[in-house]
C-alpha cells in the first residue's frame, strides 16, 4: 500500500481545537504527519512530532527534502 503524508507550514503559533481534532484523525488513518514551523519558537511542534523549526523561507527546501527522503526511506 502507498504511504500518505501531509505537510503543514505555518508562520504563526495560534492553533486551534479544530487543527488538533485533524491531527488526531490523520493519525487514525495511517497519515504521516510533517510540520514546519516559520520564525514562532513555539507551535506546531505541540501538534505533529515530525516537525522542524526554520528561520528563513530559504531553509525550507532542505526541511521538505529531508522529510522526502524520511518518507522514501521508512
Not at 505537510?7 to 492553533?15: L, Q, W
Not at 484523525?25 to 514562532?40: A, C, N, P, T, Y
Not at 507551535?43 to 524520511?70: H, M, P, Q, W, Y
Amino acid at each position: 500500500e502507498k504511504s500518505k503524508a501531509v505537510i503543514v507550514i505555518t508562520d504563526g503559533s495560534y492553533f486551534s481545537d479544530s487543527l488538533r481534532q485533524i491531527v488526531k484523525e490523520m493519525e487514525k488513518q495511517v497519515i504521516r504527519l510533517f510540520g514546519v514551523q516559520i520564525q514562532d519558537e513555539e507551535g506546531i511542534n505541540r501538534f505533529i512530532t515530525e516537525s522542524e523549526r526554520i528561520e528563513e523561507i530559504a531553509d525550507l527546501k532542505g526541511v521538505l527534502f529531508r522529510f522526502a527522503k524520511r518518507l522514501l526511506l521508512s
